[in-house]
Protein backbone atom coordinates (compact mmCIF):
# COMPACT_ATOMS: atom_id res chain seq x y z
CA UNK A 1 0.00 0.00 0.00
CA UNK A 2 2.95 2.17 -0.50
CA UNK A 3 2.29 5.59 -1.86
CA UNK A 4 4.40 7.65 -3.73
CA UNK A 5 4.52 10.24 -1.17
CA UNK A 6 6.57 7.87 0.87
CA UNK A 7 9.72 7.96 -0.47
CA UNK A 8 11.51 9.94 2.34
CA UNK A 9 14.59 8.58 3.18
CA UNK A 10 16.29 10.26 6.36
CA UNK A 11 16.22 8.78 9.49
CA UNK A 12 17.56 11.57 11.02
CA UNK A 13 14.27 12.00 12.71
CA UNK A 14 13.87 12.72 16.70
CA UNK A 15 11.24 10.06 17.76
CA UNK A 16 8.03 11.87 19.59
CA UNK A 17 7.13 9.86 22.69
CA UNK A 18 3.67 8.17 21.77
CA UNK A 19 2.32 5.01 22.52
CA UNK A 20 2.53 1.61 19.93
CA UNK A 21 -1.35 2.86 19.21
CA UNK A 22 -0.13 5.86 17.33
CA UNK A 23 2.46 4.01 15.89
CA UNK A 24 -0.14 1.18 14.68
CA UNK A 25 -2.45 4.71 13.62
CA UNK A 26 0.10 6.35 11.62
CA UNK A 27 1.00 3.39 10.05
CA UNK A 28 -2.04 2.59 8.92
CA UNK A 29 -1.74 5.89 7.27
CA UNK A 30 1.52 5.50 5.47
CA UNK A 31 -0.31 3.30 2.82
CA UNK A 32 -0.84 6.53 0.97
CA UNK A 33 -4.36 7.03 1.22
CA UNK A 34 -6.51 9.63 3.07
CA UNK A 35 -9.04 7.67 5.83
CA UNK A 36 -11.64 8.68 8.50
CA UNK A 37 -11.23 7.17 11.90
CA UNK A 38 -14.21 4.80 11.08
CA UNK A 39 -11.81 3.41 7.60
CA UNK A 40 -8.91 3.32 10.41
CA UNK A 41 -11.06 1.33 12.60
CA UNK A 42 -12.18 -1.22 9.75
CA UNK A 43 -8.21 -1.60 8.52
CA UNK A 44 -7.24 -2.46 12.19
CA UNK A 45 -9.91 -4.85 12.07
CA UNK A 46 -9.01 -6.35 8.92
CA UNK A 47 -5.72 -6.90 9.75
CA UNK A 48 -3.62 -5.34 12.89
CA UNK A 49 -6.45 -7.56 15.59
CA UNK A 50 -4.69 -11.08 14.02
CA UNK A 51 -0.78 -9.89 15.13
CA UNK A 52 -0.83 -6.71 17.52
CA UNK A 53 -4.06 -5.82 18.76
CA UNK A 54 -7.55 -3.77 17.27
CA UNK A 55 -7.90 -0.66 19.40
CA UNK A 56 -11.13 1.09 19.98
CA UNK A 57 -12.53 3.80 17.81
CA UNK A 58 -11.91 6.34 20.74
CA UNK A 59 -8.53 5.55 20.90
CA UNK A 60 -8.04 6.29 17.23
CA UNK A 61 -9.29 9.33 17.56
CA UNK A 62 -7.37 10.26 20.34
CA UNK A 63 -4.59 9.62 18.39
CA UNK A 64 -4.98 11.16 15.34
CA UNK A 65 -5.46 14.42 17.76
CA UNK A 66 -2.00 13.72 18.89
CA UNK A 67 -0.25 12.72 15.28
CA UNK A 68 -2.02 16.18 14.36
CA UNK A 69 -0.50 18.26 16.61
CA UNK A 70 2.71 16.75 16.36
CA UNK A 71 2.65 17.63 12.33
CA UNK A 72 2.44 14.27 11.70
CA UNK A 73 -0.99 13.66 10.23
CA UNK A 74 -2.81 16.36 8.39
CA UNK A 75 -6.22 16.61 8.04
CA UNK A 76 -9.19 18.08 5.80
CA UNK A 77 -13.22 18.42 5.67
CA UNK A 78 -15.06 17.19 2.38
CA UNK A 79 -19.07 16.33 2.31
CA UNK A 80 -19.40 12.87 2.56
CA UNK A 81 -23.26 13.91 1.04
CA UNK A 82 -25.23 16.89 0.45
CA UNK A 83 -25.85 17.62 4.45
CA UNK A 84 -23.01 15.87 5.87
CA UNK A 85 -19.15 16.63 6.14
CA UNK A 86 -16.52 14.04 6.94
CA UNK A 87 -12.66 14.56 8.14
CA UNK A 88 -10.11 12.51 6.19
CA UNK A 89 -6.76 12.30 7.42
CA UNK A 90 -3.12 11.64 5.66
CA UNK A 91 0.33 11.00 6.88
CA UNK A 92 2.56 13.95 6.26
CA UNK A 93 6.08 13.86 5.43
CA UNK A 94 7.49 13.99 8.65
CA UNK A 95 5.03 11.18 9.47
CA UNK A 96 6.80 9.02 7.15
CA UNK A 97 10.45 10.20 8.38
CA UNK A 98 8.59 9.22 12.68
CA UNK A 99 7.84 6.06 11.25
CA UNK A 100 10.74 5.27 8.69
CA UNK A 101 12.91 5.94 11.90
CA UNK A 102 11.06 3.80 14.69
CA UNK A 103 10.56 1.20 12.38
CA UNK A 104 14.70 1.11 11.65
CA UNK A 105 15.79 2.29 14.73
CA UNK A 106 13.17 1.02 17.64
CA UNK A 107 13.68 -2.72 18.62
CA UNK A 108 10.06 -4.76 18.81
CA UNK A 109 9.21 -5.89 22.07
CA UNK A 110 8.83 -9.44 22.92
CA UNK A 111 5.59 -11.15 21.92
CA UNK A 112 3.43 -11.28 25.11
CA UNK A 113 0.84 -14.40 25.39
CA UNK A 114 -1.84 -14.03 27.22
CA UNK A 115 -4.39 -17.61 26.46
CA UNK A 116 -7.21 -17.51 28.64
CA UNK A 117 -8.34 -21.07 27.29
CA UNK A 118 -4.49 -22.18 28.57
CA UNK A 119 -5.17 -20.97 31.85
CA UNK A 120 -8.48 -22.58 32.15
CA UNK A 121 -6.51 -25.60 31.20
CA UNK A 122 -3.44 -25.15 33.80
CA UNK A 123 -6.44 -25.12 36.68
CA UNK A 124 -7.58 -28.47 35.08
CA UNK A 125 -7.22 -29.95 38.80
CA UNK A 126 -10.23 -27.78 39.62
CA UNK A 127 -12.76 -28.61 36.93
CA UNK A 128 -14.63 -31.68 35.37
CA UNK A 129 -13.25 -32.82 32.16
CA UNK A 130 -16.30 -32.00 30.05
CA UNK A 131 -16.29 -28.23 30.79
CA UNK A 132 -12.67 -28.44 29.84
CA UNK A 133 -13.59 -30.10 26.48
CA UNK A 134 -16.36 -27.74 26.36
CA UNK A 135 -14.11 -24.66 26.59
CA UNK A 136 -11.61 -26.00 24.38
CA UNK A 137 -14.70 -26.31 21.50
CA UNK A 138 -15.55 -23.03 22.12
CA UNK A 139 -11.91 -22.01 21.68
CA UNK A 140 -11.80 -23.85 18.33
CA UNK A 141 -15.16 -22.73 17.04
CA UNK A 142 -13.69 -18.72 17.47
CA UNK A 143 -10.36 -19.95 15.23
CA UNK A 144 -12.34 -21.08 12.69
CA UNK A 145 -14.01 -18.10 12.38
CA UNK A 146 -11.22 -15.65 12.88
CA UNK A 147 -9.22 -18.72 10.04
CA UNK A 148 -11.89 -17.45 7.52
CA UNK A 149 -11.89 -13.90 8.60
CA UNK A 150 -8.25 -13.95 8.18
CA UNK A 151 -7.80 -15.67 4.59
CA UNK A 152 -10.06 -12.85 3.69
CA UNK A 153 -7.66 -10.43 4.77
CA UNK A 154 -5.10 -12.03 2.53
CA UNK A 155 -7.09 -12.84 -0.23
CA UNK A 156 -7.62 -8.64 -0.34
CA UNK A 157 -3.89 -7.99 0.49
CA UNK A 158 -2.68 -10.12 -2.67
CA UNK A 159 -5.24 -8.52 -5.06
CA UNK A 160 -3.25 -5.67 -4.17
CA UNK A 161 0.04 -5.55 -5.76
CA UNK A 162 1.16 -2.40 -3.62
CA UNK A 163 -0.09 -4.19 -0.45
CA UNK A 164 3.09 -6.81 -0.69
CA UNK A 165 3.95 -6.74 2.66
CA UNK A 166 0.14 -6.69 4.46
CA UNK A 167 0.27 -10.32 2.36
CA UNK A 168 3.04 -11.39 3.86
CA UNK A 169 1.77 -11.02 7.34
CA UNK A 170 -1.87 -11.70 6.37
CA UNK A 171 -0.85 -15.36 5.18
CA UNK A 172 1.49 -15.87 8.20
CA UNK A 173 -1.68 -14.98 10.51
CA UNK A 174 -3.26 -17.55 8.53
CA UNK A 175 -0.38 -20.06 8.88
CA UNK A 176 -0.74 -19.51 12.62
CA UNK A 177 -4.54 -19.66 13.37
CA UNK A 178 -4.35 -23.35 11.20
CA UNK A 179 -1.93 -24.60 13.63
CA UNK A 180 -3.66 -23.17 16.47
CA UNK A 181 -6.78 -24.77 15.38
CA UNK A 182 -4.36 -28.23 15.49
CA UNK A 183 -3.32 -27.50 18.67
CA UNK A 184 -6.77 -27.51 20.27
CA UNK A 185 -7.16 -30.71 18.62
CA UNK A 186 -4.11 -32.43 19.91
CA UNK A 187 -5.18 -30.79 23.54
CA UNK A 188 -8.92 -32.64 23.22
CA UNK A 189 -6.67 -36.00 22.36
CA UNK A 190 -5.29 -34.86 25.49
CA UNK A 191 -7.73 -34.48 27.74
CA UNK A 192 -9.38 -37.67 26.85
CA UNK A 193 -6.52 -39.54 27.87
CA UNK A 194 -5.91 -37.45 31.10
CA UNK A 195 -9.65 -37.80 32.14
CA UNK A 196 -9.30 -41.79 31.81
CA UNK A 197 -6.69 -41.85 34.38
CA UNK A 198 -8.46 -39.48 37.00
Not at 48 to 63: C, D, G, K, R, V
Not at 160 to 186: F, G, K, M, T
Amino acid sequence: MSGGNTEVQSTDVALPKIPATAWAVLGILSFGRELTGYDIKNWSDAILHFFYWSPATSQIYTELRRLEDLGLVASRTMARDEVREKTVYSITPAGIDALRTWQATVDAEAPVLKDGVLLRIWLGHLAEPPRLREQIAEHRARLINELTAARDSQEQADAQPEWAYPALVASWAVRRIEREIELADSMLIDLDRLAQLR
